[in-house]
Structures are given as C-alpha cells and as structure tokens.
C-alpha cells in the first residue's frame, strides 16, 4: 500500500525557515510529479508548489521567492524549503504525488497526512 509520510512541520517566528519532507512508502510502478498544497480551516486546499520527475517547477504567486521544491527521485521523497515565512502562510501543509501503483494501472492522485506550519511571534 503506497503511503506519503511527511515530517518538518512546526512553529516559527516571522522570517525564519522550514524545511519539509515527504518521502513515498510501499510498493509502486512508478511516481510522476510532486507537490505541496496548504489549507487554512474555512477554505479550500491550494497548490503551493510542484515539481516534475524532470524538475521543472511551478509555483503559487504569493511564495515565489521565498519558497523552493526540490526532490530526490532515487528516494521518492519530495522537499519544500520555506524562507521569509509570513504569518499568512500558517496553514496545514499536505503532501501530493502522482503515482501509478502497478503497470497495469492508471495514475492516482495520493496525499499525505498534514503537517501543521504556523508562523507567530
């Protein structure tokens, strides 16, 4: 059974940094892009950054800048370094991949459990 185990979430004061992991587990065909999403309590769950098994990138307009993804295909883990940290980016971070479980089946969408990131003085 294919699993996305996060870690690094926690506390941090305004400016300060982050990083977060997310590792796949189990057994799988293969694994296709790799990306974050944040939630807040009230709204809708949005893409923070993704990366391609290629690496190419995409980003939300509000964390360019400050935020770099990266992965690490030879381990199926997928990172998020978070500089500047903001106030407003305080907000349940989930962890998302494409992977494809068999040869035989279609991709499928799989997320992590969350890990809270709050950013207070």
């Known amino acids: 059974q294919v699993q996305l185990v996060e870690s690094g979430g926690g506390l941090v004061q305004p400016g300060g940094s982050l990083r977060l992991s997310c590792a796949a587990s189990?057994?799988?065909?293969?694994?296709?892009?790799m990306g974050w999403y944040r939630q807040v309590p009230g709204k809708q769950r949005d893409l923070v950054a993704s990366?391609?098994?290629?690496?190419?990138?995409n980003y939300a307009d509000s964390v360019k800048g400050r935020f770099t993804i990266s992965r690490d295909n030879a381990k199926n883990t997928v990172f998020l370094q978070m500089n500047s940290l903001k106030p407003e980016d305080t907000a349940v971070y989930y962890c998302n991949a494409d992977i494809q479980p068999t040869y035989y089946s279609a991709i499928d969408d799989y997320w992590g459990q969350g890990t809270q990131v709050t950013v207070s003085s």
């Open positions: 189990g057994s799988f065909f293969s694994i296709y892009t």
């Open positions: 990366i391609t098994t290629g690496g190419s990138t």
